[in-house]
Every structure is written in C-alpha cells, then in structure tokens.
C-alpha cells in the first residue's frame, strides 16, 4: 500500500518570496509522483509530475520538484509566489501497478500575502 | 489538456431522495473513471475506480448500494447517491484517465459537485 504525507497544513508567505511544500511517501513498489492545485470549488489541475528520468521536473506557473528517492520526497518549490498562487496543494502517487489510482496527501493551503 | 466535465456543479436536495452526478470525458476516451469524496479542508478520499462495461470496484467502507456507479460508455460515468442524507453532503470529483494511457499517464479532473442535502 502507498501513504503520503505532508508535513504542512498551511503555508503562509509573503508575495514574491520563495516557497517550498514538502511531501514525502512511502511504497513498496516504484511510483509515479504528482502535484495537483485545487482553487476554492474546483476540481484539480496538474501542476507537474514524475514518471522517470531527471530527478527535477518543472511544470506550470513556474513550480518544479525534486525527487529523492532515498529520502523517499518529492517537495514542490516556487522561486517567487504570487498572489494568484494561494490555493491548497496536493501531493499524490500511483503506483506502477494500479491502473492509475491515485492516493493523495492531506493537502497544503499555501496563503501568498501582499 | 484534456477536458472532464461534471455535472451539476451544485445540487441541493431533500434526505431520501437520489441524486445522480454525470462525469463525461469530451475529448478522449476513457477506460477508467475515479470517484473521490472530499470534505472541507481535507484531502481526496477515493470512493471507487470504475472501467467501461464492468462493475465498479470500491475502497473499503464505501457502500456500494449507495453509491450507484455506473461506466456504460468510454464517456460517460455516473455516480449515483441514494436514499441521501444529511451526512452525505460533500464535494464529490470525478477524474478519468484515456484510453491508452500507462500506469503514470495524468488522470483529468471535473471540476466537482458540491451536494447538500436538506
């Protein structure tokens, strides 16, 4: 079975200050990493994922991570946040043999301030 | 991206009644449909994972004869909540992966129905 964690509920920054949300997971198997942003009554959008291959990946609205696999992490970092970046973030695997399924973390409010 | 559409986006409805939720892939073939459960300030719970022409297969602790769900085409499925209750109102999303996608291809969202139920 797969689990994630992340280690903060909420994440409050200043605008234009960098940003890093944490994530780690545990497995038994191999997996594919994702990082999703929910905004208020909506559904998810994919910021990046890793499937294989370099250990950074880059994705939208300027958000990239890192893949550890030692340390069994994929943190999600911003260089400089906006306002439009508050939203709750999700960290979430699939496992390589579950068709898909995805089991997602608890979830970080990220609150960019002015 | 791809485009997953839910419908409604809202819905209020009385305790004892059914309310059925549409999830529809527009621009690409689905297999396999997911249904998650998410109440305010948590994370997704995944209720089931649905595949074009077979049962629904569901997580631990969701009752299935409440959860109606049915996959009968690759663009369509359909969660249906019975005999509602107050307890049941949540933030339901629905996410659908295409039909050649491997194990890591992205999973599309709907954008959610929110259900209260009076």
């Known amino acids: 079975a797969q689990s994630v964690t992340q280690l903060d509920s909420q994440v409050p920054v200043f605008e234009e200050a960098p940003v890093e949300l944490r994530c780690n997971y545990s497995?038994?198997?191999?997996?594919?990493l994702f990082w999703y942003v929910q905004y208020p009554n909506q559904g998810l959008q994919l910021l990046l994922k890793?499937?294989?291959?370099?250990?950074l990946v880059k994705g939208i609205n300027g958000f990239e991570a890192e893949f550890n696999k030692s340390q069994t992490s994929f943190h999600l970092r911003k260089p400089s946040v906006h306002i439009s970046d508050t939203a709750e973030y999700f960290c979430?695997?699939?496992?390589?043999?579950?068709?898909?399924?995805?089991?997602f973390g608890q979830g970080t409010e990220l609150s960019v301030k002015p | 991206g791809a485009v997953v559409s839910q419908h409604p986006s809202w819905v209020i409805c009385k305790s004892g009644t059914s309310v059925k939720i549409e999830c529809r892939s527009l621009d690409f073939q689905a297999t396999t449909m997911f249904w998650y459960r998410q109440f305010p300030k948590q994370s997704l719970m995944l209720m089931a994972t649905?595949?074009?022409?077979?049962?629904?297969?569901?997580e631990q602790g969701v009752e299935k004869d409440k959860f109606l769900i049915n996959h009968a085409s690759l663009t369509l499925s359909t969660l249906t909540v019975t005999s509602a209750h107050p307890e049941d109102s949540s933030f339901y999303i629905c996410?659908?992966?295409?039909?050649?996608?491997?194990?890591?291809?992205?999973?599309?969202f709907g954008q959610g129905t929110r259900l209260t139920v009076v």
């Open positions: 649905s595949n074009e022409g077979s049962k629904a297969t569901y």
């Open positions: 979430a695997v699939s496992a390589h043999n579950q068709g898909g399924k995805l089991i």
């Open positions: 890793y499937l294989s291959g370099s250990t």
């Open positions: 996410s659908a992966r295409d039909y050649q996608g491997l194990g890591g291809t992205e999973a599309f």
């Open positions: 497995s038994s198997v191999s997996v594919y």
